[in-house]
């Protein structure tokens, strides 16, 4: 063998030993360079309103009996603070004597349901999807006065007492505004008598149930 023929084995040896060690450096990627890699990447930053893990049976889950509880003391406080809410007696296109209560459903069913305390009326019954309360008035439910004995007897036996009818308080939703109705038995409207004595009483007792103080208990 020549020199020039052993040169030329020299070079294809060479050539062929650097592509071996390509593939093998290709099977096995420089750590250093993946480190410096990784160190060039910014933390991943968590978004702040993200506190809590959403994976069920995270220990840093948020409690919704907690999240309901602080929700409605934040309700109560707001309610307390505007006090009851503005009556306004009036009438509709057909004369109906009603009242307007500037108050959402749930909360004027509630006040209702005060005021109708307040007047010590007796509630046989009530139908709060229906929006009714079933109650017993009568036209002479005043303040007591004194007829002295003779005159209790009297009225004890002789009936003078004129007998309570039913009445129904009907409650209907208009988005922001609750009207009140009265009704007799039959579900009729009243626009005189018994029936509208009663609706302005109960206007009367909606526009100051916020000054109604409890007596202090002993």
């Given at each position: 063998?020549?020199?020039?023929?052993?040169?030329?084995v020299?070079?294809?040896?060479?050539?062929?030993?650097?592509?071996?060690?390509?593939?093998?450096?290709?099977?096995?990627?420089?750590?250093?360079?993946?480190?410096?890699?990784s160190?060039?990447?910014?933390?991943?930053?968590?978004?702040?309103?993200?506190?809590?893990?959403?994976?069920?049976?995270?220990e840093?889950?948020?409690?919704?009996?907690?999240?309901?509880?602080?929700?409605?003391?934040?309700?109560?406080?707001?309610?307390?603070?505007n006090?009851?809410?503005?009556?306004?007696?009036?009438?509709?296109?057909?004369?109906?004597?009603?009242?307007?209560?500037?108050?959402?459903?749930?909360?004027?069913?509630?006040?209702?349901?005060?005021?109708?305390?307040?007047?010590?009326?007796?509630?046989?019954d009530?139908?709060?999807?229906?929006?009714?309360?079933?109650?017993?008035?009568?036209?002479?439910?005043?303040?007591?006065?004194?007829?002295?004995?003779?005159?209790?007897?009297?009225?004890?036996?002789?009936?003078?007492?004129?007998?309570?009818?039913?009445?129904?308080?009907?409650?209907?939703?208009?988005?922001?505004?609750?009207?009140?109705y009265?009704?007799?038995?039959?579900?009729?409207?009243?626009?005189?008598?018994?029936?509208?004595?009663?609706?302005?009483?109960?206007?009367?007792?909606?526009?100051?149930?916020?000054e109604?103080?409890?007596?202090?208990?002993?």
């Amino acid at each position: 063998m020549n020199r020039f023929d052993f040169r030329a084995v020299i070079l294809a040896s060479s050539v062929l030993v650097l592509s071996s060690c390509s593939f093998v450096a290709g099977l096995f990627p420089d750590k250093q360079k993946q480190y410096k890699f990784s160190s060039e990447i910014p933390a991943l930053e968590i978004p702040p309103d993200l506190h809590a893990s959403t994976i069920e049976g995270s220990e840093n889950r948020v409690e919704p009996s907690r999240l309901s509880a602080s929700a409605d003391k934040s309700t109560l406080s707001d309610e307390s603070e505007n006090g009851s809410s503005q009556a306004t007696l009036a009438q509709n296109s057909d004369d109906i004597p009603l009242i307007e209560l500037e108050a959402s459903y749930a909360e004027a069913w509630n006040e209702v349901g005060k005021a109708l305390g307040r007047l010590r009326l007796e509630v046989s019954d009530q139908n709060r999807s229906d929006g009714l309360y079933y109650v017993y008035f009568r036209e002479e439910d005043k303040p007591y006065e004194d007829r002295g004995l003779f005159g209790d007897l009297s009225a004890l036996f002789t009936g003078s007492e004129p007998p309570a009818k039913e009445y129904r308080v009907k409650l209907e939703d208009r988005r922001n505004v609750t009207v009140i109705y009265v009704l007799d038995e039959n579900g009729e409207p009243r626009r005189e008598g018994p029936g509208l004595d009663l609706l302005k009483r109960l206007h009367q007792t909606l526009s100051s149930l916020d000054e109604f103080q409890e007596p202090d208990k002993e």
